[in-house]
């Protein structure tokens, strides 16, 4: 006896998979439309979530005394807006001046350059020159010039977007309070829209609080801290742009395989030619001993037995993370290496010993597999 086959029923141009399909798009042109309307509160949200994973402990502490979420978080806003926030947001504005000040010279016409150089500097014939013939044949003026342009284009765009960089720190603060705030309800509702086992989903969680504390606590504020003590040194030495030489300590000092050499030790050259035998010889004790180690005493203090990314991964990350979405891209950058590995760690778990990808393995060591 033949058994009639539903008219509907039409292999793949069925009226299901028609739909499903037309599901699938509606769901994917809606995540896309959604993602273009969050595009440019990409930075202040990633700033926000790395603010609240890492003072999280504190924000606990504050919801066991007080018994109130809504208290804890707004307490804890408080503390981050009068602490990091608005202190950060004066000496980034500081130093911002201070680089227009400084490149003015450059930009000028016949001004600074090469001679303003060659009258701080006390030369010996041999250096004087080598620089005469780098000038000659790199025209070393006129690169300056350009890059001062350059320098004080942006720096001048960034001061006149001051009120972009306001409601920046406004929407970063605000999603700051909900994180601190339904901060479980939020990770409750990732987890479950997360096609993963539960043991999965952990090790990915986990692996990304690694990053994101590693981020955080391990390079910005070990970074911040080389910083402050070079610019201290500087400032006591009398450096000339003290504040400038400690922005570019803490850039270098947050890029793998850079260390904050390649920052004081020019400077330190700069005082040796300039005649200050002793000052030179001072800020290199200091950059060695102090601001050179300093990363080695923190680090295991803020980050504990967490993950240390391998140097080259975490290199490009950060570098094409910055390229990508710019300075939030510090964050952005190993945050997304770190869930493709954490990805990758789940294939290699789900396909070990030949099995299929299809069902979900179940290990209790949340240690990841060499992917």
Known sequence: MQVETP????????????????????????????????????????????LAEATNSVTNWMRRRLKSNTGAATLSLLLVACLIVVPLSFLISYVVRQIIAAVKPMTAAGGGGIPDLRSLLHLPPAAAGALDWVQAHLDLQAQLTRLGQSVASQAGDLLAGSVNVVVQLMITLFVLFFLYRDRDEALSVLRSLVPLSEQEASRLFARTKDTLLAIVNGSIIVAFVQAMLAGVMYTALGVPLAAIWASLTFVVALIPVFGTFMV????????????????????????????????????????????RMHTLPAFFAILGGVAVFGPAGLILGPVALAVTLGLLDVWWWRTAGGRTAEQAVAVNSLRAPPV
């Open 7 to 50: 008219q509907n029923d039409m292999g793949w141009f069925s009226r299901e998979r028609l739909l499903m399909l037309a599901l699938g798009l509606a769901t994917l042109l809606g995540l896309y439309t959604c993602f273009l309307i969050v595009q440019p509160f990409i930075s202040p949200i990633a700033i926000a979530v790395a």
């Open 264 to 307: 004081w030790g020019p400077v330190a050259a700069f005082l040796l030619l300039s005649g200050s035998w002793g000052k030179a010889a001072i800020l290199v004790g200091w950059g060695a001993l102090a601001v050179g180690t300093i990363d080695n005493i923190l680090y295991p203090y803020l980050v504990g037995d967490r993950m």
